[in-house]
């Protein structure tokens, strides 16, 4: 049955009526400001909450999320969620999750037009381009997917990696790390892709900026 709209009030109130009993003070904490550590590039999908799969609270992590977790450098929600999180809140980790059965990257692998979101993915056709000998050399359709799922995520690091945001960062002495993880809705675990990248050694050449630093 559909949840009424109604009851996202009831359930707001039960929230607070528990967190203040059980974190006496915690609302009146959380609205002096935030200092995160984390921030998150996950998909818009509604199964993959951050904090809930985390295990974390309200301050904790900060969100970005759209269709298949995608880093698009031509995306000024995502640079700006992105600046704002480096350069101002100074998270020190950042997180791509994608998903296994994400619908974003399973129609990307077929050809049929949905509409607009054609163009969005796009991009992860481009990621199918790049792995196209070994994921076709996969006969099974969801393992193939799935492989899809962390193909993207391992490009999204990547093209992170690639921001001058991110560079600027590391150039400043800047601790920041980039991470790339799968979330497994039929068990509810994450896996780490072990993807991570620590500095600008490990991008391509043709990447690297002077380290003449702007923000």
């Known amino acids: 049955m559909a949840l009424a709209y109604e009851k996202l009030f009831e359930q707001n109130k039960k929230w607070v009526e528990d967190m203040n009993r059980d974190n006496p003070g915690f609302f009146e904490t959380l609205a002096k400001g935030q200092s995160p550590q984390f921030l998150w590039i996950g998909c818009s999908d ?3 909450p951050a904090n809930e799969i985390t ?3 309200p301050g904790d992590i900060f969100v970005h999320r759209n269709i298949a977790n995608m880093v698009i450098h031509t995306d000024m929600n995502m640079l700006s969620v992105l600046d704002y999180s480096v350069n101002v809140l100074g998270v020190r980790h ?3 999750c994608g998903h296994y059965g994400c619908g974003g990257v399973a129609a990307a692998l077929g050809n049929k037009q949905v509409g607009l979101i ?5 991009h992860i056709k481009d990621v199918y381009r790049l792995h196209k000998d070994e994921l ?3 006969e099974d359709q969801k393992t193939k997917t799935d ?3 962390e193909l993207n995520v391992h490009e999204q690091v ?3 990696s690639k921001t001058s945001i991110v560079q600027n960062a590391w150039a400043r002495g800047q601790f920041l790390h980039l991470h790339g993880l799968v979330y497994d809705i039929a068990n509810g675990l994450l896996k ?3 993807v991570t990248v620590r500095d600008n050694t490990e991008i391509d050449s043709v990447y690297k900026f002077d380290t003449g630093v702007l923000n």
């Open 46 to 48: 509604s199964r993959v």
């Open 55 to 57: 295990g974390t609270l």
């Open 94 to 96: 950042i997180i791509v």
């Open 118 to 122: 054609d163009n969005w993915l796009r």
């Open 136 to 138: 076709e050399a996969i």
């Open 147 to 149: 492989r899809l799922v």
């Open 158 to 160: 990547y093209d992170l």
């Open 192 to 194: 780490d892709l072990n």
